[in-house]
Each structure stands twice: as structure tokens, then as C-alpha cells.
């Protein structure tokens, strides 16, 4: 199986800052990276797919970047309701494989 | 705008097997290009992917479920399906369903449902 390591796990963070997370696999990747949001009791968000390209309807705050066997999501200025969880996932090899998670709290 | 909820018993006994439905609305699980997947979360942790149903009932499981683990669609009421045999306490958690598309990405989700193996 393909791992997904995400970190950091927790991140503390202020509205207005910039945050990135990173998820590292555990064998290249072409471009089947997929980052989700979720909230807790709500149906997971797609936010990215194919590492760079925004699902629909995500703001664009969110990018997503990598390549081989790093990526990373990035959220230019946070705003209130991007306190989430958010997940990596790989769709290159089967099974699909996702992240641990990493958790964005209020500073 | 695609709309999915699962529907299935919260509460199984050791042993039995779980059935859950997924139920699909603002689009047809017949069209092309359309993975239809169950996708699970244990309390605490991180999401697992478990398999998915694709056109012509074509299937493809996680094999750390394979053996236990059968994913069916029914065209006809727009809903595919999961089957899940020989649960355990291991087996409890939120079960979701989701459309993936674009080669994997899960599109659209359903809310999930918590399904908790005790006796």
C-alpha cells in the first residue's frame, strides 16, 4: 500500500494567517493527489484534485502544489470557517490511501 | 447538484453482517466515468477507503475487506450498496458513501453513518 504521512497533525493558527500542510507518500506519485476538508457530523469537502486543480466551488485561498512525493495544501489567508480537518489522499495506486489528517484550531 | 445518503442499522451483533444502501439523487449511477465507493472512518481516526462499484457492476476492494466484503448497484432504484460479513467490534464506524471521478478525487459525499459491532 501506498502510505500517506501528513503533518504536522495539529496546527494552531490565527484568521488571516497563512498555513500549509504537507503530505509525503511513501512512492511517487504522478499527479492522483486529492486534499479534502471535513468538519465534524458534515460530509467531507473536495477542496483539491490532481495536486493544483480547486473542486468546485472552493474558494481560491486554497492551492494545492507537489510533485514525486511531497505536496502540500495551502490556505493563503485562513478565515473563520477553514477550522477543519484536512485529509491527502492518493489515487495513483490501489488501495486508495489517505493521510492521517491534520487538524486546524483556533490559536 | 449530486446528493448522496447512506440509510443502514446503527447497531450490529458480532458475527452478523452489515448492509448499508447508499442512495443517489441529481444524477444516475449508470453514467460513465463514475466510481461509487464506501469509504469508512473508525472514532478517532483517519478515513479508509474500501471499495467501489463502477459501470457494468464492475468492482474493486481494499484487500484488508476483500474477503468479507461484497459492493453491489441497483440501477433501477439509482443506489449501490454494501455488504460487509463476520463483523467485529473492529468494524465500527462512520461509513460513508461518495462519487469519486477525475480518476479517484471523491467528488460528492454522503453525511455517513456511525454503525457500531456490539452485543
Known amino acids: 500500500d501506498t502510505q500517506m504521512t501528513q503533518s504536522p497533525s495539529t496546527l494552531s493558527a490565527s484568521v488571516g494567517d497563512r498555513v500549509t500542510i504537507t503530505c509525503r507518500a511513501s512512492?511517487?506519485?504522478?499527479?492522483?493527489l486529492a486534499w479534502y476538508q471535513h468538519k465534524p457530523g458534515k460530509a467531507p469537502k473536495l477542496l483539491i484534485y490532481r495536486v493544483s486543480s480547486l473542486g468546485i466551488g472552493v474558494p481560491s485561498r486554497f492551492s494545492g502544489s507537489g510533485s514525486g512525493t511531497e505536496f502540500t495544501l495551502t490556505i493563503s489567508s485562513l478565515q473563520p470557517e477553514d477550522f477543519a480537518t484536512y485529509y491527502c489522499q492518493q489515487y495513483n495506486t490501489y488501495p486508495w490511501t489517505f493521510g492521517q489528517g491534520t487538524t486546524v484550531e483556533m490559536k | 447538484q449530486v446528493q448522496l445518503q447512506e440509510s443502514g442499522p446503527g447497531l450490529v451483533t458480532p458475527s452478523q453482517t452489515l448492509s448499508l444502501t447508499c442512495t443517489v439523487s441529481?444524477?444516475?449511477?449508470?453514467?460513465?466515468?463514475?466510481?461509487w465507493t464506501w469509504i469508512r472512518q473508525h472514532p478517532g481516526q483517519g478515513l479508509e477507503w474500501i471499495g467501489y462499484v463502477y459501470r457494468g457492476g464492475t468492482t474493486h476492494y481494499n484487500p484488508s475487506l476483500k474477503s468479507r466484503l461484497s459492493i453491489s448497484r441497483d440501477t433501477s432504484k439509482n443506489q449501490f450498496s454494501l455488504e460487509l460479513r463476520s463483523l467485529t467490534a473492529a468494524d465500527t464506524a462512520v461509513y460513508y458513501c461518495a462519487r469519486a471521478t477525475l480518476g479517484g478525487a471523491l467528488e460528492y459525499w454522503g453525511q455517513g453513518t456511525l454503525v457500531t459491532v456490539s452485543s
Open positions: 441529481g444524477g444516475s449511477i449508470s453514467s460513465s466515468g463514475y466510481y
Open positions: 512512492q511517487s506519485l504522478p499527479d492522483w
